[in-house]
């Protein structure tokens, strides 16, 4: 044991449901190993940010601890310990908001590249999330980040009939 392992009971170590959602994000922006300004910018809108006296938008005072905790955790834990450590503190609805947000995430800088699916693909599979009760919100995320039903009049979210069935919704 080293004497620097005495700082690992700071305030902030223990997991919430609001860290996990936080470090979920970052687990996903660094995934393929760079993160992208539309990356950093879905995590603020997400997280909450706030303008500072020189006019820069950076994360609000009240998350910037959330923050901080956030990125040590990753820094020092595999996404293995992450999942493991999490779901259990997580209710359903928490988790399903995760996934929406790891998918939103991933497709902010207009593609999900190899290395995010393959992470989401770990937490759906540790949060108990089948792909049948997931696709509806998978569908939906999609439709939000696909530009081209606006000028592609034969796209297929274009053609008359088309809808999304949410579970527990009659087809």
Same mark, same amino acid.
């Given at each position: 044991?080293?004497?620097?392992?005495?700082?690992?009971?700071?305030? +902030?170590?223990?997991?919430?449901?609001?860290?996990?959602?936080? !470090?979920?994000?970052?687990?996903?922006?660094?995934?393929?190993?760079?993160? $992208?300004?539309?990356?950093?910018?879905?995590?603020?809108?997400?997280?909450?940010?706030?303008?500072?006296?020189?006019?820069? !938008? +950076?994360? +609000?005072?009240?998350?910037?601890?959330?923050?901080?905790?956030?990125?040590?955790?990753?820094?020092?834990?595999?996404?293995?310990?992450?999942?493991?450590?999490?779901?259990?503190?997580?209710?359903?609805?928490?988790?399903?908001? !995760?996934?929406?947000?790891?998918?939103? %995430?991933?497709?902010?800088?207009?593609?999900?590249?190899?290395?995010?699916?393959?992470?989401? $693909?770990?937490?759906?599979?540790?949060?108990? !999330?089948?792909?049948?009760?997931?696709?509806?919100?998978?569908?939906?995320?999609?439709?939000?980040?696909?530009? %081209?039903?606006?000028?592609?009049?034969?796209?297929?979210?274009?053609?008359?009939?088309?809808?999304?069935?949410?579970?527990?919704?009659?087809?």
């Amino acid at each position: 044991m080293s004497l620097f392992s005495m700082f690992k009971s700071d305030k +902030g170590e223990q997991m919430t449901a609001h860290k996990a959602f936080a !470090i979920a994000l970052m687990y996903t922006m660094a995934a393929d190993g760079e993160m $992208d300004p539309e990356e950093v910018g879905h995590l603020l809108s997400v997280i909450g940010g706030d303008r500072n006296s020189s006019g820069t !938008i +950076g994360v +609000g005072a009240n998350n910037q601890a959330l923050l901080n905790s956030a990125m040590k955790y990753v820094r020092t834990h595999s996404h293995e310990q992450f999942l493991t450590e999490a779901t259990p503190v997580l209710t359903t609805a928490q988790r399903l908001c !995760i996934l929406m947000n790891l998918v939103d %995430s991933a497709l902010s800088d207009g593609e999900a590249e190899p290395e995010e699916r393959e992470f989401f $693909d770990k937490v759906q599979k540790a949060f108990g !999330i089948s792909d049948e009760d997931f696709r509806p919100y998978f569908q939906v995320l999609m439709m939000k980040s696909d530009r %081209s039903v606006f000028i592609d009049e034969n796209h297929p979210m274009n053609q008359p009939g088309f809808s999304v069935t949410l579970p527990g919704q009659a087809a």
